[in-house]
């Protein structure tokens, strides 16, 4: 049987991974999570007027299979929607606005880029097609080695190659147009990722699958789920930072040595098993890998910075062309690749816990905004956006890969049983990413813990499971 465990991080990947652990290993399994920061990783909330509000990966899209088990599971609620529009801004004026009539909104699309809006449709529908495979090849138990068999599981080469061709070349050649391209691509893009039409075709899948399905959020802040899966497997959470590991081996077996830093001092501990949900690229932390044979080599790849300012304050709508705050229609904004627009996207966000009683601010009241930019605003960018403003928030991340096409997919196995999850951001970053890519890393586990080979990196999926169901 296995014994103690280690994961590293207590974001959604670390939650997700020993809730995963513990449903294949059984009850019985001892799992530290080791977390410096808080329980939630990105998934934080700020605090404006003691409301709290998601300063991050605020949606989820409506497929998300894994998390919408884990809400059913801990008995979460999602959020009431509250309806609002949006736009897409090009530092003039704005080239698409959303209507409250869906059919006039598909007629304006159609009215300015003919048939790229559908044949951009039909090109996420068939990616995540394939992808939703992957949730009838965990429930049979199969894994995956790497990064690129499981590509290539659900979709062959093509989807192996969507990491390392940019989304821009995959769309043009199924006829979606230039314009199109740099029209609304681009803001979606910028909106996510902070990045441009130069992110790989699979990231660029994911997040343009999530821009036009209906998405949802968990009442009282997306960040519950990580701590009640926690709670769910009593995991034994510490409150330190890991600064590395080093291997012993005993009786023929891989013993980990887990080395953190905590308030009281530096400490050690020793596991059979451990998975690394924290970036190990070093511009990320400094994570030092001891007695390993061959060597585990560096991560290669840099992260975005990202800046999510939530400020509290009245929007400067003349600044969107709309003298008239009161006639301002959009509750978000998203913007195109122009050099001199120095904002990714704004919206006005409704706090965690909405009440039934709860109604949007109305333009020309204050309102709780967040803007996403690359750079922190300054105060002349802030006057830009808003007439005036009672508080500013300002949250700075290193939170996507920055995704410089051709980069090689960064390794699962690390060691016999030492293994990564991050890695799957490279191939897009979504919360439902992370949460498939933790259930793979504990069926691989589990599959060569128990030497069920024939469980990992199988050929021909499809076929197997429709003949064993």
């Known amino acids: 049987p296995l014994s103690p465990a280690a994961v590293v991080g207590a974001g959604l990947g670390g939650s997700a991974a020993a809730y995963f652990l513990q449903q294949h290993f059984g009850p019985q399994v001892q799992l530290d999570v080791y977390e410096a920061a808080g329980v939630g990783g990105r998934l934080a909330t700020v605090t404006v007027n003691k409301q709290q509000y998601e300063s991050r ?3 989820i899209h409506a497929l998300s299979l894994h998390m919408q088990d884990f809400v059913k599971i801990l008995g979460l609620k ?5 309806a609002g529009k949006s736009a897409i801004f090009s530092g003039e004026h704005f080239v698409l606005e959303e209507t409250d009539w869906y059919l006039l909104n598909l007629f304006r699309l159609w009215w300015h880029y003919g048939i790229s809006f559908l044949r951009l449709q039909m090109w996420v529908e068939e990616v995540m097609e394939k992808f939703m495979r ?4 965990q429930a049979h138990g199969y894994a995956f080695s790497s990064l690129e068999e499981l590509l290539r599981s659900l979709g062959g080469e093509a989807f192996v190659n969507m990491t390392q061709r940019s989304v821009a070349e995959s769309l043009l050649e199924v006829g979606v147009t230039q314009r199109f391209v740099d029209d609304v691509i681009a803001a979606v893009l910028r909106s996510s990722y902070g990045q441009s039409v130069l992110v790989p075709a699979f990231a660029g899948a994911m997040s343009l699958a999530g821009a036009q399905g209906s998405t949802w959020a968990v009442e009282g802040g997306n960040k519950l789920v990580c701590s009640g899966l926690l709670k769910l497997t009593k995991a034994n959470v510490i409150s330190a930072r890991v600064t590395g590991v080093s291997l012993h081996s005993s009786e023929g077996r891989a013993l980990y040595q887990v080395h953190y830093e905590s308030a009281e001092g530096q400490g050690s501990a020793f596991y059979d098993m451990v998975v690394v949900t924290t970036p ?3 511009s990320r932390s400094n994570f030092t890998f001891e007695n390993f044979d061959p060597p585990i080599a560096d991560f290669p790849g840099a992260f975005q910075p990202s800046v999510t300012s939530v400020v ?13 705050p009161k006639l301002f229609p959009f509750t978000s904004v998203l913007t195109t690749d122009t050099p001199d627009l120095f904002f990714h996207a704004m919206d006005n966000i409704c706090p965690v816990n909405i009440s039934a009683a709860f109604r949007r601010k109305q333009p020309q009241e204050a309102a709780v905004w967040r803007v996403l930019s690359q750079q922190p605003l300054d105060k002349h960018q802030l006057k830009t956006l808003f007439r005036s403003y009672y508080s500013v928030q300002v949250t700075e991340w290193q939170t996507y890969p920055r995704y410089d096409a051709a980069k090689a997919l960064p390794p699962i196995v690390l060691h016999e049983n030492l293994f990564y999850l991050s890695g799957v951001e490279w191939v897009a970053s979504s919360m439902e990413m992370i949460a498939v890519a933790a259930k ?13 080979l024939e ?4 050929k021909d999926l499809m076929h197997k499971v429709k003949t064993e169901l």
């Open 312 to 324: 509290h304050g009245y929007l400067n709508s003349s600044y969107f062309g709309f003298p008239d």
């Open 57 to 59: 990966g605020a949606s």
């Open 440 to 452: 793979n890393v504990a069926l691989l586990a589990y599959n060569r813990w128990h030497q069920e």
């Open 134 to 137: 992957i949730y009838k090849y």
């Open 78 to 82: 999602h959020r009431r929607e509250v």
């Open 455 to 458: 469980k990992i990196d199988q």
């Open 280 to 282: 190990l690229h070093p």
